[in-house]
């Protein structure tokens, strides 16, 4: 199993950027698809974005194209989401995520049913 603790949360006016960041530990992190999930209260958790091992990347809602960037370092065991131009809508809890299976596309991790292991959760807040 895989050990994934995020940080780099925040309180951040509209317009500003924040980059989060996601250390992993346990299993060999480079074999595995990680990725970005969202979180407000009374809803499901939301696909943010994916990048496989190969450092192929998706992303979710057309909301974060273009705004935010997913990027990994295979060699310090980190996934990081860097968001920029944020709006007041991107205010969520932001979850760090690992996909099931080693050597998995970045498509394979989109939804709360194709994660194996889930951070705890850092806090985004966007003012307006």
């Known amino acids: 199993q895989v050990q994934l603790v995020e940080s780099g949360g925040g309180l951040v006016q509209a317009g500003g950027s924040l980059r989060l960041s996601c250390a992993a530990s346990?299993?060999?992190?480079?074999?595995?698809?990680m990725g970005w999930f969202r979180q407000t209260p009374g809803k499901e958790r939301q696909f943010v974005a994916a990048i496989s091992w190969s450092l192929i990347s998706t992303y979710g809602a057309d909301s974060v194209k273009g705004r935010f960037t997913i990027s990994r370092d295979n060699a310090k065991n980190t996934v990081d989401l860097q968001m920029n131009s944020l709006k007041p809508e991107d205010t969520a809890v932001y979850y760090c995520?690992?996909?099931?299976?080693?050597?998995?596309?970045?498509?394979?991790?989109?939804?709360?049913?194709?994660?194996?292991?889930w951070g705890q959760g850092t806090q985004v807040t966007v003012s307006s």
């Open positions: 346990g299993r060999t992190f480079s074999r595995y698809t």
């Open positions: 995520a690992a996909g099931r299976r080693p050597a998995g596309l970045a498509s394979e991790l989109a939804s709360e049913g194709d994660v194996g292991s």
